[in-house]
């Protein structure tokens, strides 16, 4: 069982301002592969708090999905808050998503999502629209859990024939 903690990072969910269809998403989703949610938080975009929680639950989880505040705005500062915390960065996640995300629109490119590992939890970034976290969602859905099983030392070959 992967145990999964979701960070809805923005400013106006974190008041009430603004219902998070992303992170319910993302709950929904991540049941596909067996996960289950253990922890879910709406943050304002401050980056200590951020690294604070994703640090906290790195302890805690096996996967640490976030969403919201990987753009060009000011506010935006998941990705350095991330990037901040992690042992080591998995850059073909974030790469796969954009890649895949420009099939479909060339804003893909303005995403900064990144993911890496902390611990032994994978955190992946995804950008903060429905719509953008499915599509992201869908393209690595099926390696989280190969990713989880190396995390956490698993040392059979990777190599599918």
């Known amino acids: 069982m992967i145990t999964v903690a979701i960070l809805t990072i923005s400013d106006k969910g974190s008041k009430g301002e603004r219902e998070d269809l992303s992170g319910s998403l993302i709950g929904e989703m991540i049941e596909r592969i067996g996960a289950e949610l253990k922890y879910y938080e709406i943050l304002p975009d401050e980056k200590n708090l951020i690294k604070e929680k994703l640090i906290e639950y790195s302890k805690k989880v096996d996967l640490i999905v976030t969403t919201g505040g990987t753009g060009l705005s000011p506010r935006d500062v998941t990705p350095e808050a991330t990037l901040e915390v992690i042992d080591k ?8 998503m954009r890649s895949e995300g420009l099939k479909k629109t060339s804003r893909a490119m303005l995403s900064r999502a990144i993911a890496g590992v902390k611990g032994n939890s994978l955190i992946i970034n995804l950008p903060g629209s429905p719509k ?13 859990p190969h990713a989880i099983e190396k995390i956490k030392g698993d040392t059979t070959e990777c190599a599918t024939l």
């Not at 953008?132 to 989280?144: F, P």
């Open 89 to 96: 960065e998995v850059p073909g996640i974030a790469e796969a």
């Open 132 to 144: 953008a976290v499915k599509e992201g969602i869908e393209i690595i859905l099926d390696v989280i």
